[in-house]
């Protein structure tokens, strides 16, 4: 179900009413440090969210306070029709999460580890372990130590321990941070399957692919405000018609050079990457050669990119959002 | 359930470690062998007397572990993680102590059946007395650990704490050092420290000087002082090393040395606690022990 792309300016207050997670003007400050300055958005029941935004954000925090883990200074959430702050166990026997770092004792079994949570919660609602470790293909591994598990095998497990309850919500906190790519791309097969069994999951990221493939609607964060949400399709589509080109070269090129070059919408440097903006890629790149070959300059690498959300990003912030 | 299902995966864990091989059963025995080397002098009659000092160690060693794990837990986000589940406090708890209790139970047998075949302990002391005391102490000071992890904001405090807190127990409770030695005016601060009961309450049933009084007021002092240290553990217990306690969250430490120091004012002021112990301690001799409790006696004149 597609929803109309939403600018959320720092003081909305659309009520929320009928979504599994309601999020209300959430403001939070760590002493000095403002970490939400108001963030609302709704989560519908089946659908797959994304907070996408660089560290410091506010996402984690954002969920941590959906979680119970955290109590925001004002503003309203609610998960399941449970206030996060009040509900208690309620609220956790319906919710399965996955922290941003998850720790067990050194010691602690991979079996043991699954049997050991799914014993906390109410007998109806378990998952069988054994069936768990077979699903996040841990069953090798059902007898090793916490300490000897690779950082893929952690986080499979960790994912596995969210769904020991079979939970009706599940928070998922940079889920592949630090994994490397092909474990990455294994996690992300693993949250496709929870999307098929239509839960409704809340998922932090700062990885663009990740929010674009996994998530039916994505809010980009940025400084503890929302500053744009929607579908990916829809996000994008705010720079449909427009190529990214990724540019490095011997020396720094003039500003007026650069912004006289054909096609050529937005230009920006990041850390000795000229980032350019063009509605006409081919003639971008002929004008950009020309004017290297005039200023005695040396192109050293080139890339091109379809619209992403980056750019949706360098658009509202003129920051990029990955490191 | 969720507190026996927590109990027996902490004594999986433990056994699984080698720090607790080491501190909970190789050390208490490297005790027994020393104390009964320095101060055996040869006589079996002290052997009882020292196996009562050794289990107190053995016993109140509860309070160092406990501490420590509850803190490496917390600032290594387990606790948190715990957090997300639907168990609370109480029963994380109180599985610390019931594995703790589980856990120390074989170095004390084992220190029993040495001083009986090994160093020829003449009796098995009152059995059930020291049962008792070992439980309930073991306990009572797990309980204490698990204050001090709740107001401790890092393990470099609790490091500290525990150490200013331990050589009290162990210097001021007659467990190393007998009382019955120290100037009187020690003896009448000890009267305060909840390891004193213990201590003079295990040497009492090893040597079977005890009397079924005696063993009462020690057991009624160690249960008060765990069921005040339990719940306040429980309310001061942090999830999160960010959350801290404040200086007059502290204070509530204070709450669980309440019986102690009413014990200990009524002792001072009408207990024979010193007098026995000075007459317990010099009836320790290298023959058999008196099965009889002797006759209670005024408090010694300074």
């Known amino acids: 179900m597609s929803q109309p792309a939403i600018e959320v300016s720092p003081t909305s207050t659309t009520v929320p009413q009928s979504g599994v997670i309601q999020v209300r003007d959430l403001k939070k400050s760590y002493g000095d440090v403002v970490a939400l300055r108001g963030v609302s958005f709704e989560v519908a029941a089946g659908e797959v969210f994304g907070l996408l935004g660089p560290n410091g954000a506010g996402k984690t925090t954002t969920i941590e306070i959906l979680e119970g883990l955290r109590t925001a200074d004002s503003g309203e959430a ?69 300490k000897d598990l690779s950082g893929g095998q952690k986080q499979r497990l960790a994912l596995a321990m969210a769904l020991v309850n079979d939970p009706e919500v599940i928070f998922l906190d940079e889920p592949t941070a630090g994994l490397d790519p092909q474990v990455r791309r294994e996690m992300y097969d693993i949250i496709e399957e929870l999307k098929t069994e239509k839960k409704t999951i809340l998922l ?120 | ?29 490297g005790f027994l062998f020393l104390f009964v080397l320095i101060f055996g002098h040869g006589q079996t009659g002290m052997i009882a007397y020292i196996l009562g000092s050794v289990l107190t160690i053995t016993v109140m060693g509860s309070f160092w572990g406990l501490s420590v794990q509850l803190v490496i837990f917390r600032e290594q986000g387990i606790l948190r993680r715990f957090r997300l589940a639907p168990v609370g406090a109480g029963p994380l708890l109180a599985s610390s102590i019931l594995a703790n209790y589980v856990l120390v139970l074989p170095a004390v047998i084992a220190e029993i059946l040495i001083c009986r075949s090994a160093f020829h302990m003449h009796t098995w002391g009152n059995l059930p007395a020291i049962f008792v005391l070992v439980s309930v102490g073991a306990a009572t000071f797990s309980a204490f650990g698990l204050i001090v992890a709740s107001v401790t904001n890092s393990m470099q405090e609790t490091q500290v704490i525990n150490n200013l807190i331990w050589s009290a127990f162990l210097f001021l409770s007659g467990a190393t050092v007998p009382l019955a030695v120290f100037p009187q005016w020690i003896q009448r601060v000890a009267l305060f420290s909840p390891a004193t009961y213990l201590a003079t309450g295990l040497q009492a049933a090893a040597t079977k000087f005890v009397t079924g009084e005696e063993l009462l007021t020690d057991c009624v002092a160690l249960i008060v002082g765990l069921a005040l240290a339990f719940e306040v553990s429980r309310q001061l217990f942090r999830w999160e090393p960010e959350a801290k306690v404040g200086g007059k969250g502290k204070l509530w430490v204070l709450v669980a040395l309440v019986p102690f120091l009413v014990f200990g004012a009524y002792e001072n002021r009408n207990g024979d606690r010193l007098a026995q112990l000075h007459k317990n301690f010099s009836q320790l001799d290298s023959g058999p022990h008196q099965t009889e409790a002797p006759a209670d006696t005024a408090p010694a004149q300074q």
């Open chain 1, 78 to 146: 609610r998960v399941a029709g449970l206030d996060p702050e009040t509900a208690g166990t309620k609220l956790k026997e319906k919710i399965g999460a996955v922290l941003q770092s998850t720790n067990l004792p050194d010691k602690l079994k991979v079996q043991e580890a699954l049997t050991l949570f799914s014993r906390f919660y109410k007998r109806h609602s378990r998952s069988d372990p054994a069936a768990l470790l077979r699903r996040f293909q841990l069953e090798e591994k059902k007898d090793a130590f916490y």
């Open chain 1, 204 to 323: 932090t990221t700062h990885y663009i692919e990740e929010a674009e493939r996994l998530c039916d609607r994505v809010a980009i964060v940025d400084t503890g405000r929302i500053i744009a949400q929607g579908t990916p399709r829809e996000l994008k589509h705010r720079s449909a018609g427009t190529t990214r080109i990724e540019v490095r070269v011997a020396r720094p090129l003039r500003e007026d050079l650069v912004k006289s070059m054909d096609g050529v919408l937005d230009a920006r440097e990041f850390e000795g990457t000229l980032v350019l903006h063009s509605s006409h890629a081919p003639q971008t790149i002929v004008s950009l050669v020309k004017t290297l070959e005039a200023d005695g300059n040396e192109l050293q690498a080139l890339e091109m990119f379809s619209p992403s959300l980056e750019d949706v990003f360098i658009e509202l912030t003129g920051r990029r959002l990955r490191e």
């Open chain 2, 1 to 29: 359930m969720q507190t026996w299902i927590l109990t027996k995966i902490r004594i999986r864990l433990a056994l699984r470690n080698k720090t607790f091989i080491f501190f909970g059963v190789a050390m208490p025995l």
